[in-house]
């Protein structure tokens, strides 16, 4: 049974930083790309970040990058995604997704259609 269990999310403070977890299983983790979305309330989901299947090559949202990192740890069948910085406008509902095979667009790892998705972690940036 293939399963993404997303972990970390919570109540954070402005200027504050977290680390999400996203626990595998089910499927052969390391031939699959990462990519971690998010879904703000009343707004369309988006995607944060992506992640190569060895962990070589990552790529971000403009909106994020330099505030977040995401690494992987194959032999843990998990990945994560350390967020600093934060801000209100970061509060979401952050997904993990698996998409099988790297897939680069100029270059760089891309995350499309996704294969498997966890049921998300609340993140909530408030003062």
């Known amino acids: 049974q293939v399963q993404l269990v997303e972990s970390g999310g919570g109540l954070v403070q402005p200027g504050g930083s977290l680390r999400l977890s996203c626990a595998a299983s089910g499927f052969s983790f390391d031939w699959y790309t990462i990519g971690w979305f998010r879904q703000a309330p009343g707004k369309e989901r988006e995607g944060v970040s992506c992640?190569?299947?060895?962990?070589?090559?990552?790529n971000y949202a403009d909106s994020v990058k330099g505030r977040f990192t995401t690494s992987r740890d194959n032999a843990k069948n998990t990945v994560y995604l350390h967020m600093t910085s934060l801000k209100p406008e970061d509060t979401a509902v952050y997904y993990c997704?698996?998409?099988?095979?790297?897939?680069?667009?100029?270059?760089?790892?891309?995350?499309?259609?996704?294969?498997?998705w966890g049921k998300g972690t609340l993140v909530t940036v408030s003062s």
């Open positions: 997704a698996a998409d099988r095979g790297d897939e680069y667009f100029d270059g760089v790892i891309g995350c499309g259609d996704m294969d498997y």
């Open positions: 992640i190569s299947s060895r962990g070589e090559s990552t």
